[in-house]
T-cell receptor, first 115, second 114 residues
Framework: AQSVTQLDSQVPVFEEAPVELRCNYS??????LFWYVQYPNQGLQLLLK??????LVKSINGFEAEFNKSQTSFHLRKPSVHISDTAEYFC?????????????FGTGTRLTIIP | SQTIHQWPATLVQPVGSPLSLECTVE??????LYWYRQAAGRGLQLLFY??????ISSEVPQNLSASRPQDRQFILSSKKLLLSDSGFYLC?????????????FGSGTRLTVV
C-alpha cells in the first residue's frame, strides 16, 4: 500500500531564511505527488504537483519541490520565507487501486516563521 | 468553472445528536468525491470516497456514514455523534481533464461535539 511520511511535525524558521519540508513516499507504481497548504482556519489549497515530465515543479509564491524517484522523496523548498508562509503543509500521493483513485496524505508539517 | 460548496462552515452539536454535512460540486459531471477528516493536531484521514451515484467506499471503521444521492452531491451523516467525531471535515473532488489531474477541496466544516 502506498503511504506518505512527513518526518517533521513542526519547523520553526527565521524570516528570510531558507526552508525544506521533507516528504517521502512508498509506492510500487508510478505516482502523482502533491503539496497542499492550509492557512490558519482555512481549507486546503493546492501548492504544487508532480504528474510527469520535469522533476522540478514550482509554485507561484516561490516554493518548489523536486521529485526524486531513487530516494522516493518530494521535498518542498523555499529559498527565503516570509511571515505569510506560516501554515501547515501536507504532502500527498495519489493512489490507484482497482481503478479507484484517492489521495493519501502525510500527517503534515507546521511551518512557523519567526520575525 | 468547477467549484465545490461545503456547508455549514462551523457546527456545534451535542453528543448523541444526528449529523448531516453536505457537499455539492458544480461545473463537472461524474466526479470522484471524497470526505476527509482532520482531527486537532493530526493529519488528514480519508473517510469515504465515491466513484458514482450510490457507490460509497469506507476507508476506516467509524461512527459516520456517507451517501451520494445525486451525481454532484455527497453527504456525510451520523445517527448519534460521539465526542471523538469532533474535527475539521473536508469534502473534495478529483478530475482529469486535458491531461491535467487535480484535486479540489471545499472550505471545510469545523465540527465540535460537546
Amino acid at each position: 500500500a502506498q503511504s506518505v511520511t512527513q518526518l517533521d511535525s513542526q519547523v520553526p524558521v527565521f524570516e528570510e531564511a531558507p526552508v525544506e519540508l521533507r516528504c517521502n513516499y512508498s509506492s510500487s507504481v508510478s505516482v502523482y505527488l502533491f503539496w497542499y497548504v492550509q492557512y490558519p482556519n482555512q481549507g486546503l489549497q493546492l501548492l504544487l504537483k508532480y504528474l510527469s515530465g520535469s522533476t522540478l515543479v514550482k509554485s507561484i509564491n516561490g516554493f518548489e519541490a523536486e521529485f526524486n524517484k531513487s530516494q522516493t522523496s518530494f521535498h518542498l523548498r523555499k529559498p527565503s520565507v516570509h511571515i505569510s508562509d506560516t501554515a501547515e503543509y501536507f504532502c500527498a500521493v495519489r493512489t490507484l487501486t482497482f481503478g479507484n483513485e484517492k489521495l493519501t496524505f502525510g500527517t503534515g508539517t507546521r511551518l512557523t516563521i519567526i520575525p | 468553472s468547477q467549484t465545490i460548496h461545503q456547508w455549514p462552515a462551523t457546527l456545534v452539536q451535542p453528543v448523541g445528536s444526528p449529523l448531516s454535512l453536505e457537499c455539492t460540486v458544480e461545473g463537472t459531471s461524474n466526479p470522484n468525491l471524497y470526505w476527509y477528516r482532520q482531527a486537532a493536531g493530526r493529519g488528514l484521514q480519508l473517510l469515504f470516497y465515491s466513484v458514482g451515484i450510490g457507490q460509497i467506499s469506507s476507508e476506516v471503521p467509524q461512527n459516520l456514514s456517507a451517501s451520494r444521492p445525486q451525481d454532484r452531491q455527497f453527504i456525510l451523516s451520523s445517527k448519534k455523534l460521539l465526542l471523538s467525531d469532533s474535527g475539521f471535515y473536508l469534502c473534495a473532488w478529483s478530475s482529469y481533464r486535458g491531461g491535467v489531474y487535480g484535486y479540489t477541496f471545499g472550505s471545510g466544516t469545523r465540527l465540535t461535539v460537546v
